[in-house]
Structures are given as structure tokens and as C-alpha cells.
């Protein structure tokens, strides 16, 4: 009942921009997550890819303790030891010269267009920026113009001037549109939204030897794959590669709206003083518990998202082979899966969801399973147990309509 009057008020009082998984959630730990009815669901989402550590961490709890303590916001007109100590952290860990902080990943993407287009300027170059077909990097109009998706664009134009979206992995289409004017390409290494699609060796390959030949800026977005999800700490690693820029947010606050641009040396006195900036950009509680994520990162998390993801993946693996007619393909790495399946995903992720396992629907025909990283065999376990009765249950339903 509390739950169907909160309900009604959420469409009363809040625009309708999201459709909502129908929970109202009462209290959450670990990998759980309890409705106002009692009900506990086994959550394979993590907020979006964001709570790397579940949810009620003692550490996150006691970080927020610690630093509520001391202050909350105070501004970037003062020097602040959390903030500081989070960007001693990342670059130690990623190699990269200085840390711009935001609040969320479309800021860092904002950021990084800027900053992108600033290094451009002062090499004599007029700005193209170029984004990938089924790419996303957030909401704002920096990032709607390096994206393609209709539904996010639609009667919101203009967007930014000098921006190309080329097909994704097709690096001919690439060695055709740069040249010397272009100032930066901007990519997931794995999308996300676009269906856990990775990039593929031979499209990296070729994307930094026209960053070589033509001196642009490469942006990788890592908001989602950031932070040890793909089970390196940036999913472009395996490539052997260094972007010039890192967008991050999501798993990096440990739960608190955080996000953080990693700049590499050339480009990190391209701004002056006063020429970016956030008033939040960097607060003090999200870096305390962004500091925290690192430290569990470094003591033994990192190690356990590779192995327990090899576990993911092999009885994601063993699920494909038991219905290759539905489920076409399994995609990802890491604690970032795409369960590729035969129809529309989101009639399966309500079956999910009915059995209490929490997912989400992506790219049309793709379910997204991007859980905490504290999970355990047992809950990887449950989650393929439901997966496989929610597969059996479309199967059924779906033959017996064509039957029909
Ligand atoms: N980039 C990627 C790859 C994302 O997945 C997202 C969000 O889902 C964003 C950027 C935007 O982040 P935010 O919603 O924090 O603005």
C-alpha cells in the first residue's frame, strides 16, 4: 500500500523522464537490495555500475562519518586533503599527470571536449570532435553531439558545430574523416549503453596511428568501465595503449556523485586558472569515499573482480550453450556482461526481476549485468539460476504466441 501511494505521488510531483523499476526501496546492504514490502532482491545493477563496494560498506559508512565531521562543502576556493589525496591516488595508480574534477560523468565528458578543443586551439587546429555510433556519455549537449542515439536528441538541437558521429569499429570510415582540423576522438572502449560492445584491436590500432600521424586528442570514457569493472583498472589497458584523456564518474565515489577527468602531461597547462571549473566539482565526502574505493581496489578487490568475473563468465558461458537459439552471445569483460538475446530484452528482465534479481535492459535485445564487486559465487550462482528459469519462461511464452 505504501508503496502504490508513493507511487502515485512520484508521477504527481516528479517529471516522468525515467521509466522505473516498480520498487520502492527501503533499505539496501551488501549486494541486496529490500522493498518497502520485505521483499529482497539480489542486485546485479549497482546503481548503474556505480556502487563498486554494495551497498552499507563499514568503510564508505565510516569515510562519511569521518569527513562529515570535518566538513561537507567548503568550495574549490580552499585546499581540501580529501580531494587531494584521492588525485595522489589515481595518479599514482593510471600514470596521469593531473586530476579535473566534476560531479558526474557528462561533466567529465564536457570537460574533456573543452579541454580537448582549448589544446586544439593552441596547436591551430578548429575543433572537429568526433563520437562513435552507439556511443553515450551522458545528458548534456557536449555529450548529446558526440552521440547518435534519436531518442536522447530529438528536438533538442542545434548541437555543438564541428561534431561527426562515425560508425563504430570501422576504422576506414575513421581514416577517412580525420585530418589535420580533427581535435579529439572520443570512444567506450567497451559501450555500454550501446550493448557492451567492445572496441576491437584492429580499430584501436588504427585509431592511434592517426593520432600519431594527425596529432588529435584521444578521450576515453570510462565512467562505466572505470575503477577495475572490466577487471583492469581502465578498460583500455589491455590494448597496450595511453589515451590523452580519462573521463571517469560512476564506481569512483564509492557511491557519493563524483566524477574526475585525468589529463596527461602535454595537455594539463593547456587552461589557466579560472578557465574551468565546478562549484561541487571534487567534494570533500565523495573524494573521503572515493579514496576508499582505491584502497579496497589496491588491497585484494581488484584481484577478486578477475576471478570472480572468470566465474561469471563461464556459467554465462554455460547458459549460452544450454539455449543457443535465445541467447545469441554473450558480451563483455569483467564485471561488465551483455546477455545478447533473441528478442526484445525487457520481457526478460521483468522475469528477472519477478524472480528477485535485479538487471537492466539495454540496446534493445541486451541484458546488462553489471553488479557490485563484492559478489560471491553463491550470488553469481543465484543470479544464473534465475537468469536460466527466466530464460525457460520466455521460451515458453514465446513459442506457445507463435503457435498461436
Ligand atoms: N559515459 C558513460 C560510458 C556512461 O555509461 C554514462 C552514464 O551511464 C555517462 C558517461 C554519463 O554519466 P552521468 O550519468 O554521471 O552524467
Known sequence: ???????????????????????????????????????????????????????????????????????????????????????????????????????????????????????????????????????????????????????????????????????FNDAAALRDAVNEHTCAVGLEFIQGEGGIRSVSREFVGALMELRDRFGFVVIADEVQTGVGRTGDFFAYETFGITPDIVTMAKGIGGGLPLGAMLVSDALSTAWKQGQHGSTYGGNALACATGLVVMEELEHGLLDHVRSISAYLHASLGTLRASYPDYVLEIRGRGLMAGVVVNEESTPLRDALLARRVITSATASNVIRIVPPFIITEADVDECVHALRNAIEERIAVTSSSIAV
Open 1 to 167: 500500500m505504501l508503496s502504490d501511494q508513493l507511487i502515485a505521488l512520484e508521477h504527481d510531483v516528479i517529471m516522468q523522464t525515467y521509466k522505473r523499476i516498480p520498487v520502492v526501496v527501503e533499505s539496501t546492504s551488501g549486494c541486496r537490495i529490500t522493498d518497502v514490502n520485505g521483499v529482497t532482491y539480489l542486485d546485479m545493477l549497482s546503481g548503474i555500475a556505480v556502487n563498486a563496494l554494495g551497498y552499507s560498506h563499514p568503510r564508505i559508512l565510516e569515510a562519511i562519518a569521518v569527513q562529515s565531521h570535518k566538513y561537507l562543502h567548503l568550495s574549490n576556493l580552499f585546499y581540501q586533503e580529501p580531494q587531494i589525496r584521492l588525485a595522489q591516488s589515481l595518479t599514482r595508480r593510471t600514470g596521469y599527470s593531473k586530476v579535473v574534477y566534476s560531479n558526474s560523468g557528462a561533466e567529465s565528458w564536457d570537460a574533456a571536449v573543452k579541454l580537448a578543443r582549448m589544446h586544439g586551439h593552441l596547436h591551430g587546429k578548429n575543433g572537429d570532435i568526433i563520437g562513435f555510433t552507439g556511443g553515450f556519455h551522458g545528458r548534456t549537449y557536449g555529450a548529446l553531439s558526440t552521440m547518435d542515439k534519436p531518442l536522447y536528441k530529438e528536438g533538442m538541437g542545434p548541437f555543438l558545430p564541428s561534431t561527426a558521429i562515425l560508425p
